[in-house]
């Protein structure tokens, strides 16, 4: 394994100096402004800036903000621009398409976290780019697409994330011919291939899926994807030889019945209501007449020796049976006989 990176280290190093060669006509009129360690926070811009080629802003407080990218547009010659060890956490969109002609474009040892699919459009002739030791853990796919003239990449020292994203862009990068610069770069995450060179990485499962890995080959070293779900088929039942459910069926009998007998008895009532009162009415006026007949009577017929009252009717009853008549099973209605 050491033999082919000590190549590979070799190839970077062949291909930078055949850059700076290619360059050197132009760097041996150069115009290079060196304002390392000079405590900026904004790139300073001037009319003296059309003839500087090279900008060396290494050692600041340069974030890359409106107004720095209003002064780099004041360096319409610009070929090399180095900003190591600054503030720089991004690089927006086309925010560099100030500078057509730069050919050399270092940010080692910045905050950048993130980047996006146009940070670098418009450098159409950029050949070197170096974004090692940053905060970068993946690239947009397609970021390169338009750098045709790209020639090393130097990604090493970056916590990167080794997804099948990830591996799918320095895939890309590769098949166009750019060459991935540094030993160190490493991936950072997932945990099974922690510290694995960028360039060796395999694409794995998700955690999402390779968490549910069957436990009993999780001691061999591979891991397998996930299975899906076997999908159940669908069983419609036949209920059409089932005896419907009774629900509330109880419930309307019960409320049928109620009122078949109430319009029964309003009906029985209805009909037999007038013979009904007849009845009551007579009834009445018999008793009525019954107690103005006791008023009339004397005292001496109404009550016995010993003082207890009792009534005409029953000594009647009475005599009758001391007389001798024979028992019978009916009941001689003393109203009549009264009246008799």
Request: glycine residues 4%.
């Amino acid at each position: 394994m050491g033999q082919p990176q000590q190549f590979l280290h070799l190839l970077c190093s062949l291909c930078l100096v055949a850059i700076f060669t290619k360059n050197n006509h132009a760097v041996e009129n150069a115009h290079v402004r060196n304002l390392t360690a000079t405590c900026l926070d904004v790139i300073p811009c001037g009319s003296s800036n059309s003839s500087v080629t090279s900008l060396v802003v290494e050692r600041n407080q340069i974030t890359l903000s409106n107004e720095d990218r209003q002064a780099l547009a004041s360096y319409p010659q610009l070929l090399e621009l180095h900003l190591d060890l600054n503030q720089v956490t991004n690089i927006s969109a086309r925010y560099l398409s100030v500078l057509p002609n730069l050919s050399v474009l270092s940010l080692s040892k910045n905050q950048i976290s993130s980047l996006v699919p146009e940070s670098f459009y418009g450098l159409e002739a950029l050949r070197m780019l170096n974004l090692s030791h940053n905060l970068l853990t993946s690239l947009p796919a397609k970021i390169f697409c338009d750098l045709n003239n790209l020639q090393v990449v130097d990604l090493q020292g970056n916590p990167w994330n080794c997804s099948c994203h990830l591996l799918s862009s320095i895939e890309e990068i590769r098949a166009a011919g750019v060459t991935i610069a540094g030993t160190n770069t490493k991936c950072a995450s997932p945990r099974q291939q922690a510290g694995m060179n960028v360039l060796e990485a395999e694409c794995h499962p998700t955690a999402a899926s390779s968490s549910t890995v069957d436990p009993q080959n999780s001691t061999s070293g591979t891991m397998e994807p996930s299975k899906k779900p076997e999908v159940l088929p669908t069983i419609n039942p036949d209920y059409s030889n089932q005896m419907p459910a009774s629900g509330n069926t109880w419930k309307f009998v019960v409320c049928v019945v109620a009122l078949a007998l109430t319009t029964s008895t309003l009906v029985v009532c209805a009909i037999k209501g007038p013979s009904w009162y007849r009845l009551f009415h007579n009834y009445r006026h018999r008793r009525l007449q019954q107690e103005e007949n006791q008023e009339d009577r004397p005292a001496s017929s109404i009550y016995s020796e010993t003082g207890r009252c009792m009534t005409h009717q029953t000594i009647t009853f009475e005599n009758n049976r001391a007389e001798g008549e024979e028992d019978v099973h009916y009941f001689e209605d003393p109203y009549i006989k009264a009246e008799e």
